[in-house]
């Protein structure tokens, strides 16, 4: 199984608006087969008043520049037509400040005040999230403060209130029975206090569902594995980070580490992927990979264990350096062509690092057989043929510290792969080894 990230605003334009829609995924789905795609994540379509989505004020509808319940529908059988499964994103642990139910809370509706968290007399009200130090308490003008961990425009639900999860549990039903194939669920570990709470709470809520159900749980290994066993599939951030610092820093320590603790003897399986909208570009990883370096790191993705996962323009060495507040420059408009200037290319802002001629379009780079985009496209070929390496097992056969060996197998399959992290050719049992290539035997 292989899966692809899709920012919708940028990836394909359906109606000449220069904003990516459900029209111009439909049109993008023979590039998506040609790909090797099984699934595509689609981050969140609900209608929202941010760029990136996460801030829903209305479930039940889409975002209006992305197009009509009947384009998304049209949308959904290209995509099943062509065996390609569509994974939403669903930021259901809170919604958007204008969302209706905040506000008729705002106006004093006591049946949706309590659909939210509000501060009481002995609440901390300069209470800090973990990550990064910011306040979790925001005042309103009448005095009052409402919890939101994400900031003030996603006031965060109340899960106490059982109400609240049978509104989230009714519109789950709804979207599948739309015909969407499953959900990423958006901030999953900070639905409840505490692991064990968590890890009940989404036993409870998939209790009856049937999909493919990926978890944002970016957080130490005790806390994935104990999530893991109810979604089944785990976004791995672990090894996200050690294959990119593994290629960086030519030493394979950080990578065998983090596979020991967060890719073998699992009873899920972990998605792994290379970078995603909150990080930086895999090309731009530590100031900026070398073409070679990114190759390498693609190749350490698709030959381990689990789903490799794309963020759309990976595949292409796009570039990226997260910033805060302007998170938008990750989200560059995907370039189809090197002048940007073709039926279906997005253009809803001027690109920050990937803009026309260069040299990271789709037709620039299926002209070159040493592109990056011909490397993805060898890799996801070679696991479209070896799809029981997704729940293989894993034997370190040699750990040095530039080369890298295991094999992977199951009770029907062997095969040895060869890593070389370091910029000098390299032999081991007969296998002779460029600087940054993947072998498999």
Known sequence: MI?????VRSFRDGNLDGVGDFRGLKNAVSYLKELGIDFVWLMPVFSSISFHGYDVVDFYSFKAEYGSVREFKEMLEAFHDSGIKVVLDLPIHHTGFL????????????????????????????????????????????????????????????????????????????????GVDGFRFDAAKHMRDTIEQNVRFWKYFLSDLKGIFLAEIWAEARMVDEHGRIFGYMLNFDTSHCIKEA??????????????????????????????????????????????????????????????????????????????????????????????????????????YNGPFSGVSVEYQKKDPDSILSHTLGWTRFRKENQWIDRAKLEFLCKEDKFLVYRLYD??????????LSGEEVVFEGVKMKPYKTEVV
């Not at 899966?3 to 920012?7: A, E, K, L």
């Not at 950080?254 to 998605?271: H, M, N, Q």
């Not at 930086?280 to 190759?295: D, H, Q, T």
């Open 3 to 7: 899966g692809y990230q899709i920012y």
């Open 99 to 178: 969302h209706t139910w905040f506000q008729k809370a705002l106006k004093g509706d006591p049946h949706y005040r309590d659909y939210y968290v509000w501060a009481n007399k002995e609440t901390d009200l300069d209470e800090r999230r973990e990550w990064d130090g910011e306040k979790i308490w925001h005042p309103l003008e009448d005095g009052r403060f409402y919890r939101g961990l994400f900031g003030p425009f996603s006031p965060d639900l109340n899960y106490d209130n059982p109400q609240v999860f049978d509104e989230m549990k009714k519109l789950v039903l709804h979207l599948l029975d739309m």
């Open 247 to 352: 290629v960086w820093k030519e030493n394979t320590r950080v990578l065998i580490e983090s596979i020991e603790r967060a890719v073998v003897g699992k009873d899920y399986l972990p998605v792994n992927f290379t970078s995603n909208h909150d990080m930086s570009r895999l090309a731009s990883f530590e100031g900026g990979f070398s073409k070679e370096k990114i190759k390498l790191s693609i190749s350490i993705l698709f030959t381990l264990p689990g789903v490799p996962l794309v963020f759309y323009g990976d595949e292409l060495g796009m570039k990226g350096i997260y910033q805060k507040p302007n998170t938008e420059v990750v989200l560059d408009p995907f370039p189809w062509n090197e002048s940007m200037c073709v039926e279906g290319q997005t253009f809803w802002k001027w690109p920050a």
């Open 411 to 420: 009770d029907q399959h062997s095969l040895k792969v060869f890593h070389n």
